[in-house]
């Protein structure tokens, strides 16, 4: 694996807290003596809780899909729900 | 979605959506409404479910329908005669980022990053989100091993946060 790579699995293992309580300490060191570093986290946690929203999407997607074949294949639970609010 | 995971997730549907509807609709909320609070609802459960941080003391359908009546009153942005409710949020553990809305910024990202290659977010959602082991992302991607769907996780990562920088530095630019 190139630098960078290895860079980003140390960050990754600080992060997710992978990191032995030592590691973490001499990590946190290093990243206020490098501001460089320091904002490459921060870019890693960004790209974290994009991923999060993305997955998020990606399941409300399948639920709606849920959604759609019970409407479409249940009639009692159509029939149930349109009730509720009619 | 696994075959086992959809037919469990159709269960549920079935079981809980009435009651979680019929309360949203007493509460003054459309079907669209409903279907949308149930949806984060379940959402926030299969993921504190993932992170091992699940304590349901009442069952499955009782709990959504907690979760939505809190999610209900976030929408509404009810005011602080509502406190009472803060207590029964903090006992959820509705995850932090769950309410933030998207900014801008991260829509736009989000969108050129699925347009850039979903591939690479798909198996970075099958890593962080859905915390598969990396044998099994390298079987669901077609990678010969482990080692080598690890290496492209990390050079995903990458992109994602390149990406992050980049319009970042562009909008401090601009701005």
């Not at chain 1, 929203?53 to 019970?70: H, K, M």
């Not at chain 2, 990562?157 to 920088?165: S, T």
């Amino acid at each position: 694996m190139r630098k960078q790579l290895h860079e980003i699995q140390e960050i990754d293992q600080y992060v997710l807290r992978e990191m032995s309580a030592a590691d973490q300490l001499v990590f946190q060191a290093r990243m206020l003596a490098c501001h460089h570093l320091q904002e490459k986290v921060e870019h890693q946690l960004q790209a974290h809780a994009l991923v999060r929203r993305f997955a998020r999407e990606a399941q409300r997607e399948q639920l709606s899909e849920v959604y759609d074949r019970l409407w479409e294949t249940d009639a009692s639970f159509r029939s149930e729900i349109t009730a509720i609010f009619k | 979605m696994q075959e086992k995971e959809a037919q469990w997730l159709t269960t549920v549907y079935r079981d809980s959506f009435p009651q979680v509807a019929r309360t949203v609709q007493q509460l003054g909320g459309d079907q669209e409404t409903a279907k949308d609070l149930f949806h984060d609802a379940l959402i926030i459960y299969l993921e504190k479910q993932r992170n091992h941080t699940l304590d349901i003391r009442v069952s499955l359908k009782a709990y959504l329908t907690g979760i939505v009546k809190i999610l209900w009153i976030r929408k509404c942005k009810q005011d602080s005669r509502q406190r009472p409710l803060d207590n029964m949020e903090d006992q959820l553990g509705i995850p932090e980022d769950f309410y933030t809305p998207a900014p801008e910024r991260t829509t736009r990202l989000l969108r050129y990053l699925q347009a850039a290659g979903s591939k690479c977010l798909q198996l970075l959602q099958a890593f962080y989100y859905e915390q598969r082991s990396m044998q099994e992302i390298a079987r669901q991607f077609h990678f010969k091993t482990a080692r080598s769907a690890t290496v492209q996780k990390y050079k995903c990562l990458e992109k994602v946060r390149e990406q992050v920088k980049n319009t970042r530095e562009y909008e401090e630019a601009v701005a």
